[in-house]
């Protein structure tokens, strides 16, 4: 049919079935669809993968554009970048201590993740192994924590964080005559001001992905080393956690990644300042001048701020898809 | 060799002592129950303090009036009448925005709080879940280079917030880019009456970039779980749907749907308990004065130390999640039920 | 040294009873099977004596020490799973020396006990491998080299040979009793398999519905069944049932009569019995004239005939009516018959037999207790445990 092609295609079509058809590419395109209807979905899927690339993209393009583009010349900037300055990604080091900034954000999600992956390891270990009275409503309840908005969270933390809530101290007023009361210690400033809540914020969806590993290991193998001699604990390190290593790596790297991404309490927990444990958040924000606004160093900031992200999820992408494949859902 | 038993190299458990095999001793004893809580107890510690100490917290100053003097942090205790007065609409002396809309013209419902949290989040978990699949659809088939096509659908995703704010505050701040012209010079944007010449500080305008900024990070993470519900359909059913000579789109229709429904409930779901506490792309994109979210009027009427007020929002926010939860709870319950 | 002792051990879970007053006692050195049907406890009493399991009431001794509420580490005990249970993330040699690991033993200590276990169930050369790259005997090796690498006291093992091909368990069957005479370790060894516990064990504990029916030597199971559980659940093809009365002239069924006198046999005239004779004690009745002990013959007629190559199953019909009889094959009014495979009996034909009055058993049929085991004068009850290697063809 390919030699067809090129002939004339202005021939009737209501020839006799036997011999093939004169048509254009296009309707010869669609009638072979028709026939063969997996071409048609290979052209979609085409199309639609496209399309999803240039979305996706297009934003981070962008940002390059701004990046390269000259601050002089940041107006009406089009597809491609008005002049070529580099300068600004090493720029942003000098305006900002980014590298700081940066540096809290990884300490931040490395404490939370830590963490949470020892809590969750111990809860999921429970919830996925164990049979006791009370199970089910508490894995609700830990769900439900997980609806409530950090706003709701904000302002007794805040209080707390601050060292302005005294917890009185059960006795003391009779061994010392005067109530004593201990005061909260003063952690805004501190990493700690965000990694505890991130923390209780991030927990539950690791507690229910390791729930789901930790529960797929044969009971064998837990009693098994058992037997051999280490106890209750000593099989969930030894044994279950070792080989749950891909559940384990999934919970770490969404937790990760949950916190480098958070904003609420990044913002609101610290004053902004490197020194003072500001994440990523502080460091961007903190780029906007009292005179200027220099677009084109908040884009490279943005372009160095999602590097490490960037890599993670090309490196672990499989464990993602693969982890929440294995269960995260399920529950 | 019955004879050497345990006889060299170790000390048998039993005949050690010390602190660390008293406690070991002691938590190999307890029951299955008892060790069970054992091990909640720092996972329930943290939550008590970090979640539920707040949330019973913000409850209780939800029941006082603001503070009208600088030092004391709340007034006298009023009860439900920041409730009251929240709900019937009284409140807005104490808020930047009205909580309920004040008319029921598009512009009076976009600039309320409850109105323009829901159309957000009722119109980007719709595309989010859209588009999501389509992304889905295309990730699960096997192709050359999926690796990559994977990791640049799934990228936005893994952009933190502050990123995402700035990348949709440059796209369309007025004077730099080609999105947005002047009245001399308008965009194709401009001309097709998307958005006007000074989209972040019009209300519908920033609406509609907190949406689209939304939709292009979190759709990914609609794909994910949907492609995690995708991957883990028996793959021989459809070999079985192939041998009974059905086509793809009837194999779509009849299998992947119905079977990955579920897992589309539970992600948009999560979605909307997301969508429905919108602040950091509104704060870094627009600004809450223009887009005032739920979770807006929280942080401003903290921020101006009107406690009271802020946490009164911040409980009400939660049940109206609440609420939107039990409804997708009944509904993926029918929806369970119905196979 | 390595004897256990289980005194009225029960566990009960929620709203079932698992193991109902057990009491048993396991010499050093000894071979014991529990058998019994899933579900008749048998794993939930291994499980509590390895710890895995506390018992709801009761006393555990292992070695003369009480370890009921001890964890299994110790307990001086050392278990294959069913499973096999290899930690797939290490290698043989590790997976071997994990318990010696946990408890600090050095180095040349750990090496030198290794390779003596790897040596015993012949795994030389194969100590870095993976288990997933092993086969499923190679696997069972390594299970078994990780139990008795720490010289336990006890050894148990639940099923091991369970998940292995047929050729591979007999094989392993055999593997695993030189072991024991070469260790001369107690092994208590949980099995559904009742073959199984007849080759391998010293003594078979038969379990059912959580209760201990009766623990012997295999022969004294086999032929002196405690009750009607036991009969039908040791041999294979099962002991054949029918079930009657005594009366003035002996049993008395629809279909089979055994003469004798009831007095003489511990039996009242009126009790609801059901007689019990396995199949190789079913004789045609002009092989039976040998027998010492012969019943008066029974008329049957030949349904389904099964040569296994060695010995022929026959399935006979008591009642006269065939047709009435094919439709209701209740074990009533069947009889199993093992004969010899030149034997040329064709189906649908007429046989004659006689049962070996000696290997008749006769049980309560309510209680399903033991009453009688062999239907000869007791005077002469001593002369039939000598007839019995005639009788075994």
Redesign the interface.
């Known amino acids: 049919m390919a030699t067809d092609t090129g002939q004339s295609n202005q021939q009737n079509t209501g020839i006799g079935e036997d011999r093939p058809l004169k048509r254009g590419p296009l309707s010869k395109w669609v009638s072979s669809s028709i026939q063969n209807p997996e071409r048609a979905y290979r052209a979609m899927f085409y199309v639609a993968t496209v399309f999803f690339l240039f979305t996706t993209l297009f934003p981070f393009y962008w940002l390059l554009v701004l990046a390269l583009t000259p601050q002089n010349l940041l107006t009406n900037v089009g597809l491609v970048p008005n002049g070529f300055n580099p300068m600004s990604f090493v720029t942003v080091f000098e305006r900002v201590p980014f590298h700081i900034y940066m540096f809290n954000s990884l300490v931040l999600g490395i404490m939370t993740t830590v963490i949470v992956l020892l809590l969750a390891s111990l809860a999921g270990y429970v919830f996925g192994r164990l049979r006791f009275p009370g199970k089910a409503p508490m894995m609700l309840a830990i769900l439900a924590i997980s609806y409530f908005p950090p706003a709701a969270f904000l302002i007794p933390l805040f209080e707390l964080f601050t060292g302005n809530v005294a917890v009185p101290l059960l006795g003391t007023s009779l061994v010392f005559g005067e109530q004593l009361y201990l005061n909260s210690p003063d952690l805004f400033n501190t990493p700690w001001a965000m990694v505890l809540p991130f923390s209780a914020l991030f927990m539950p969806l690791s507690i229910f992905i390791l729930t789901t590993f930790y529960g797929q290991i044969p009971d064998g193998l837990e009693d098994a080393a058992r037997i051999e001699g280490t106890t209750r604990l000593g099989a969930l390190f030894r044994v279950i956690i070792p080989l749950s290593a891909p559940g384990v790596a999934t919970a770490g790297v969404l937790t990760f990644i949950s916190v480098y991404n958070e904003f609420f309490f990044s913002f609101l927990m610290n004053n902004g300042e490197a020194q003072n444990w500001a994440p990523l958040v502080g460091g961007i924000i903190g780029l906007q001048g009292q005179f200027d606004t220099p677009y084109h160093l908040m884009a490279a900031a943005s372009i160095i701020g999602v590097l490490p992200v960037a890599i993670l999820v090309i490196v672990a992408q499989e464990k993602i898809v693969s982890g929440l494949t294995a269960g995260a859902l399920k529950e | 060799m019955a004879t050497e038993q345990e006889s060299q190299g170790a000390i048998r458990d039993s005949s050690r002592s010390g602190p660390y095999v008293t406690a070991v001793r002691w938590m190999e004893n307890l029951s299955e129950t008892a060790f069970a809580y054992f091990l909640l107890a720092p996972a329930l510690l943290l939550l008590l303090v970090i979640a539920i100490y707040p949330l019973v917290t913000t409850f209780g100053m939800s029941l006082f009036a603001d503070a009208i003097s600088g030092s004391a942090s709340l007034g006298e205790f009023v009860g439900i009448q920041n409730y009251v007065e929240l709900l019937t609409n009284q409140k807005s002396y104490a808020l930047p925005a009205p909580f309920l809309p004040t008319s029921l013209t598009v512009g009076g419902i976009v600039s309320s709080a409850l109105g323009v949290t829901l159309i957000f989040t009722i119109v980007s978990v719709f595309f989010e879940t859209i588009i999501g699949f389509a992304q889905a659809l295309v990730l699960d088939q096997d192709f050359r280079g999926r690796r990559w096509i994977r990791v640049a659908i799934i990228i936005p995703w893994a952009v933190p917030i502050v990123i995402q704010g700035m990348i949709f505050f440059l796209l369309f701040q007025p004077g730099i880019g080609f999105l947005v012209g002047t009245s001399q010079n308008p965009s194709l944007l401009n001309q097709l009456g998307i958005i006007g010449t000074t989209p972040l500080v019009n209300t519908i305008d920033s609406l509609l970039i907190i949406t689209v900024a939304d939709v292009w990070k979190t759709t990914a993470f609609m794909a994910l779980l949907i492609l995690a519900g995708m991957q883990s359909i028996d793959r021989s059913l459809y070999d079985v749907a192939r041998v009974s000579g059905a086509s793809p789109w009837q194999q779509f229709k009849l299998i992947t749907f119905p079977l990955i429904l579920p897992t589309i409930m539970v992600a948009m779901l999560f979605r909307t308990i997301a969508a429905m506490r919108v602040y950091g792309i509104i704060e870094t994109t627009t600004g809450c004065q223009t887009v005032p979210s739920l979770s807006c009027l929280v942080v401003s009427s903290f921020s101006s130390r009107t406690y009271g007020t802020a946490a009164t929002v911040a409980f009400v926010t939660a049940a109206i999640i609440g609420v939107v939860v039990s409804i997708y709870i009944v509904k993926f319950a029918d929806a369970e039920g119905g196979f | 040294?390595?004897d256990v002792k289980l005194e009225h051990v029960s566990k009960h879970y929620d709203d079932v009873t698992a193991v109902d007053d057990m009491n048993v006692q396991i010499r050093d050195?000894e071979f014991v099977c529990l058998v019994g049907p899933s579900g008749c406890g048998k794993s939930t009493t291994m499980?509590m004596v390895?710890?895995?399991t506390?018992p709801s009431e009761g006393t555990i001794h292992i070695a003369g020490h009480e370890v009921t509420?001890l964890?299994?580490?110790?307990r001086?005990?050392?278990?294959v799973?069913?499973?096999?249970?290899?930690?797939?993330?290490m290698d043989v040699y590790d997976n071997i020396s994990?318990?010696?690991r946990?408890?600090?033993?050095?180095k040349e200590?750990?090496d030198r006990r290794v390779e003596?276990a790897s040596d015993v169930v012949q795994l030389e050369g194969m100590l870095d491998r993976m288990p997933d790259e092993m086969s499923g005997g190679q696997r069972q090796r390594v299970a078994i080299a990780?139990a008795?690498v720490?010289?336990?006291?006890v050894f148990?093992m639940d099923e091991p040979l369970a998940n292995l091909d047929a050729k591979l368990r007999v094989h392993m069957r055999t593997e695993l009793q030189r072991l024991h005479k070469e260790?001369?370790?107690t092994i208590i060894y949980v099995t559904h398999d009742q073959a199984e516990a007849m080759t391998m064990s010293d003594r078979i504990a038969v379990l059912d519905s959580g209760q201990l029916q009766q623990i012997d030597p295999p022969l004294t199971c086999y032929n002196e069944p405690a009750n009607l559980f036991v009969a039908g659940f040791i041999g294979s093809p099962a002991m054949n049932f029918v079930e009657g009365e005594v009366t003035e002239n002996g049993f008395r069924s629809e279909n089979l009569d055994v003469e004798f006198d009831p007095a003489r046999m511990g039996v009242n005239v009126g009790d609801q019995v059901t007689l019990g004779i396995r199949p190789e004690d079913v004789y045609p009745a002009d092989d039976g004239r040998t027998l010492s002990h012969p019943t008066a013959e029974i008329e049957t007629v030949s349904d389904v005939l099964e040569p296994m190559g060695d010995e022929i199953f026959i399935y006979l019909l008591l009642a006269d009516d065939v047709e009435t009889n094919l439709e209701e094959t209740a074990s009533n009014n069947q009889l199993l018959m093992s004969v010899d495979p030149d034997s040329d009996i064709t189906e649908e034909q007429d046989v004659d037999v006689v049962l070996d009055r000696s290997k008749i058993h006769l049980f309560d049929t309510n209680s399903g207790q033991a009453l009688q085991h062999g239907l000869v004068n007791p005077t002469t009850a001593e002369s039939t445990t000598g007839t019995e290697a005639e009788s075994d063809d």
């Not at chain 3, 964890?71 to 110790?74: A, N, Q, R």
């Not at chain 3, 799973?81 to 993330?89: K, V």
Request: without cysteine.
């Open positions: 040294m390595g050195g499980e390895a710890g895995l506390m509420n964890p299994p580490k110790d001086g005990i050392a278990m799973f069913q499973n096999i249970a290899l930690f797939p993330h994990f318990g010696l946990l408890r600090d033993y050095d200590e750990i003596k990780r008795i720490r010289n336990p006291e148990l260790l001369d370790t």
